[in-house]
C-alpha cells in the first residue's frame, strides 16, 4: 500500500522532477507534489511524495530527513491527514473584520469650513 510522506523545508528552486530524482534512491515513487502559491506561482517551501510500500517509506525517512537539498536542509516524515477547517466564507462576501456592519458610522463630509464651537 502507497504511503505519503511530507517534505519540509524545499528550497523555491527545488522542482518535482528533482524530488522524484532524489527520493527514487530510496524505491519506488508513486506521485509527487510540490506545493505552490497561487499570488506568485513559486514553491510554498513544502511538498509530499508518495512511495509505493511502507518499507520504502521507511527508507526515505531514514535517508532523506535532515539532508540537504538544494542548499537547504529538509524535514522528512509521515504526512498527517489534512484537519478539516471550518469554510469562513473567503473573499469578499464575509463579514469584514473589524467592522460593525449594523452601524454606520462615519467619515463625516462636510462643506470644507471650519468647524464653529459654540
Avoid: C, H
Wanted: proline fraction near 3%; charged fraction near 30%; aromatic fraction near 8%.
Amino acid at each position: 500500500m502507497a504511503k505519503k510522506l511530507y517534505v519540509g523545508g524545499l528550497s523555491y528552486d527545488t522542482t518535482e522532477d528533482g524530488l522524484r530524482d532524489l527520493f527514487a534512491q530510496a524505491g519506488s515513487v508513486d506521485s509527487v507534489a510540490v506545493i505552490m502559491d497561487r499570488m506568485s506561482g513559486r514553491s510554498k517551501g513544502f511538498g509530499f511524495v508518495e512511495m509505493s510500500t511502507e518499507a520504502e517509506a521507511q527508507a526515505a525517512i531514514e535517508q532523506f530527513n535532515g539532508k540537504e537539498l538544494d542548499g537547504r536542509s529538509i524535514t522528512v516524515n509521515e504526512a498527517r491527514p489534512q484537519e478539516d477547517r471550518p469554510r469562513t466564507g473567503g473573499g469578499f462576501g464575509g463579514q469584514r473584520r473589524g467592522f460593525d456592519n449594523n452601524r454606520r458610522g462615519g467619515f463625516g463630509g462636510g462643506s470644507g469650513a471650519p468647524r464653529r464651537s459654540w
